[in-house]
């Protein structure tokens, strides 16, 4: 069974910055996808980034371009969205996911596995 497990939400002020983190465990990630996707109060999940674990391919959704980078550390099963430039449109909570792979990267109910999320507030 996959668990990830979310960590390095908070309150940042406009034009700040904050690394997310998920740590996967339970199999052998190779050939996974890993991805986050954010929800914002009445809004629905949307898709902010993926990792395809094979060949380091990245994708961003168009708003977070630029700002937001997804890596990962092989040695503990861990992916980062380091997210730079944070604007209070990005308040939202973040959710770590993963698949192997998903169908569609930017539909939510593609993907299998889930985090409990991390709460990321921007406000001065």
């Known amino acids: 069974q996959v668990q990830l497990v979310e960590s390095g939400g908070g309150l940042v002020q406009p034009g700040g910055s904050l690394r997310l983190s998920c740590v996967a465990s339970g199999r052998t990630f190779s050939s996974y996808v890993m991805g986050w996707f954010r929800q914002a109060p009445g809004k629905e999940r949307e898709f902010v980034a993926a990792?395809?674990?094979?060949?380091?391919?990245?994708y961003y959704a168009d708003s977070v371009k630029g700002r937001f980078t997804i890596s990962r550390d092989n040695a503990i099963d861990t992916v980062y969205l380091q997210m730079n430039s944070l604007k209070p449109e990005d308040t939202a909570v973040y959710y770590c996911?993963?698949?192997?792979?998903?169908?569609?990267?930017?539909?939510?109910?593609?993907?299998?596995?889930w985090g409990q999320g991390t709460q990321v507030t921007v406000s001065s």
């Open positions: 990792f395809r674990w094979s060949d380091n391919t990245t």
């Open positions: 996911t993963a698949d192997s792979p998903p169908m569609y990267y930017s539909d939510s109910d593609s993907w299998d596995y």
